[in-house]
Nanobody, 126 residues
Framework: QLQLVESGGGLVQPGGSLRLSCAASGFTLDYYAIGWFRQAPGKEREGVSCISSSGGRTNYADSVKGRFTISRDNAKNTVYLQMNSLKPEDTAVYYC???????????????????WGQGTQVTVSS
């Protein structure tokens, strides 16, 4: 059974860093694009960053450009989101999602991803 599990969330002070991991089981990520999405209380889920199956293409929301870095290790079947210079407005539940790259029209279109993890909470607060 295809499963995605996020980890690495937690409480961090403004300006701090976290690294989120998205580990896949039941399938290999080799042919899947992976997206990181987040949802803050009272807000709609939004795209944060996405990466193609080979890692050759990435996409970042304007709000995280220069602060977040997405990467993947297909040998470990894991995708990472390095988050630096965190701000209170980054507080949200972060989800990873997977979709075969060939099925995507747009790399970071939330509604095109079918496979989702349960999410990990990130809280940025002093």
């Amino acid at each position: 059974q295809l499963q995605l599990v996020e980890s690495g969330g937690g409480l961090v002070q403004p300006g701090g860093s976290l690294r989120l991991s998205c580990a896949a089981s039941g399938f290999t990520l080799d042919y899947y694009a992976i997206g990181w999405f987040r949802q803050a209380p009272g807000k709609e889920r939004e795209g944060v960053s996405c990466i193609s199956s080979s890692g050759g293409r990435t996409n970042y929301a304007d709000s995280v450009k220069g602060r977040f870095t997405i990467s993947r290790d297909n040998a470990k079947n894991t995708v990472y989101l390095q988050m630096n210079s965190l701000k209170p407005e980054d507080t949200a539940v972060y989800y990873c999602a997977a979709e075969p790259l060939r099925r995507l029209f747009r790399l970071c279109a939330l509604n095109e991803y079918d496979y989702w993890g349960q999410g990990t909470q990130v809280t940025v607060s002093s």
